[in-house]
């Protein structure tokens, strides 16, 4: 899996891995062009796919080891007792598990209880010439997303205007 | 902006996590690994308890008694029981280094199975999320296979037989086929009809596949008697008989003048002394 950054029109490059969560991944690209800098970050499966294919992302110098990606990968607990007779599939629990399975979305937890603050504000957005030309500075990908914060920015605090002071404060807070 | 094609048709690939790189070496491992391997004789059948593994350590030990050097695969993951036919019961593995040596039974037949990482009855089983293993389970599984041809220690081998798991279409006959040069394959059925209808399209999957199917072994045949059309490409008709699986109960190879040993003699025969173009240069003996 490789990332363009579509401003600089060149792949990002590896940069760094972590683990920032059980059965996650945190895979980190840069554009060597804008200095732009990304973070995937893979589910449990996700993660168990990459495993399963016996790599070191960023490279190994060692050497392998016989078998290595098969006995890493063999659970090593015994197995618990299975119940007698399995409870019927939970809708609640499988929601959960896939809720789970899937990651928190950074988007959500950048935006906090904005969401809520902008609810209690004026429905109608107004977009100044300026700031609606800054816009277009905004990596396409996730233009979309920043335009609807801005607005909840708007219509939380700012009576529902999107003026070049807002934009900046915008971009203080989540850049 | 440019369109993303646009863009992708002058950027060449990094590989700066380096993964390209590490799976090249994966393949040359295994290439070099089975460099001294002559054939290798994919043993299949789409069905079920028709007798694959008994068929594989009998023409094992056929191929041995040929005075051939033999290496067996147990390609089973989940129902290894190679190891147990052959006198290998709860003998397990240790590997250190970069490869491990295969366990020796009869006529010093070199044996790789799942059952030497597993203690008792323990499953197999893969530590990661389970209710997302089928997604990624399949993967795990080649990522196994590919480390049975390339971290064992097969040296030099007449003839590796690989004991496949049952499935007419499943995964495992690609996973394994992708590392292996001018693979052949020998198919197993009973005279059911059952079987027979079953095994067809495992015959259809090898031609799929460019896998020369050497012969049919009619396993059981006296059970069903006359039930299924004999195949056109009958290696042998091994009867049902209490000696054969009273022996690989016990992991002790049936008498070589027994009436079975014979007919897979028959089978061994058939498969050196009858070349065909898919019998690699050299390989015949």
Do not use: H
């Given at each position: 899996m490789k990332f363009v950054c579509r401003r600089c029109e060149q792949f990002m490059a590896f940069s760094d891995l972590e683990v920032p969560g059980q059965g996650s991944l945190g895979i980190t690209f840069d554009c060597a062009g804008c200095g732009a800098s990304v973070a995937m970050v893979t589910n449990a499966g996700e993660t168990q796919m990459v495993k399963s294919l016996g790599v070191t992302l960023g490279g190994r110098d060692d050497a392998p080891q016989a078998f290595e990606a098969t006995r890493a990968a063999l659970a090593p607990e015994p197995l618990a007792p299975a119940p007698v007779a399995a409870p019927a599939p939970d809708p609640a629990a499988i929601r959960a598990s896939v809720e789970k399975s899937a990651g928190k979305c950074p988007f959500a937890n950048m935006v906090g209880g904005l969401e809520q603050e902008a609810a209690s504000g004026p429905a109608e957005v107004r977009w100044s010439d300026d700031a609606t030309a800054r816009l277009d500075n905004i990596p396409e990908p996730v233009r979309p997303m920043a335009k609807k914060v801005i607005e909840m920015m708007a219509r939380a605090d700012n009576g529902g205007v999107v003026d070049d002071a807002l934009v900046d404060r915008a971009a203080a807070r989540f850049m | 902006?440019?369109?993303?094609?646009?863009?992708?048709?002058?950027?060449?690939?990094?590989?700066?996590?380096?993964?390209?790189?590490?799976?090249?070496?994966?393949?040359?491992?295994?290439?070099?690994?089975?460099?001294?391997?002559?054939?290798?004789?994919?043993?299949?059948?789409?069905?079920?308890?028709?007798?694959?593994?008994?068929?594989?350590?009998?023409?094992?030990?056929?191929?041995?008694?040929?005075?051939?050097?033999?290496?067996?695969?147990?390609?089973?993951?989940?129902?290894?029981?190679?190891?147990?036919?052959?006198?290998?019961?709860?003998?397990?593995?240790?590997?250190?280094?970069?490869?491990?040596?295969?366990?020796?039974?009869?006529?010093?037949?070199?044996?790789?199975?799942?059952?030497?990482?597993?203690?008792?009855?323990?499953?197999?089983?893969?530590?990661?999320?389970?209710?997302?293993?089928?997604?990624?389970?399949?993967?795990?599984?080649?990522?196994?296979?590919r480390e049975f041809l390339g971290d064992v220690a097969w040296g030099d081998l007449d003839a590796l037989l690989i004991d496949m798991p049952p499935g007419a279409a499943a995964d495992k006959p690609p996973a394994v086929l992708r590392w292996l040069q001018a693979p052949e394959a020998v198919l197993v059925t009973t005279a059911s009809r059952v079987a027979d209808q079953v095994v067809a399209r495992s015959r259809r999957y090898a031609e799929v596949l460019g896998v020369p199917v050497r012969g049919t072994v009619v396993n059981m045949a006296d059970l069903f008697d006359g039930a299924a059309a004999p195949p056109a490409d009958e290696l042998a008709r091994v009867p049902f008989c209490r000696e054969l699986a009273a022996s690989l109960d016990a992991g002790e190879p049936l008498s070589p003048d027994h009436a079975v040993s014979a007919a897979f003699d028959g089978v061994a025969a058939t498969l050196y002394e009858t070349p065909t173009a898919a019998t690699p240069k050299g390989a015949e003996r």
């Open positions: - | 902006m440019n369109d993303l094609k646009t863009i992708l048709g002058r950027l060449e690939f990094p590989d700066d996590a380096g993964v390209v790189a590490q799976l090249s070496d994966q393949a040359a491992k295994v290439q070099a690994n089975l460099a001294a391997v002559r054939r290798t004789i994919l043993v299949m059948s789409g069905k079920g308890g028709v007798g694959k593994s008994t068929v594989t350590v009998n023409l094992a030990l056929a191929l041995a008694r040929r005075g051939l050097k033999v290496g067996v695969l147990d390609a089973d993951l989940n129902g290894p029981c190679v190891p147990y036919m052959l006198g290998l019961a709860g003998r397990s593995w240790a590997p250190e280094g970069g490869r491990v040596a295969p366990l020796e039974g009869p006529l010093g037949i070199k044996v790789a199975s799942m059952a030497f990482f597993l203690e008792g009855d323990a499953p197999v089983r893969y530590d990661g999320p389970t209710e997302l293993s089928s997604v990624w389970l399949g993967m795990m599984e080649t990522t196994t296979l």
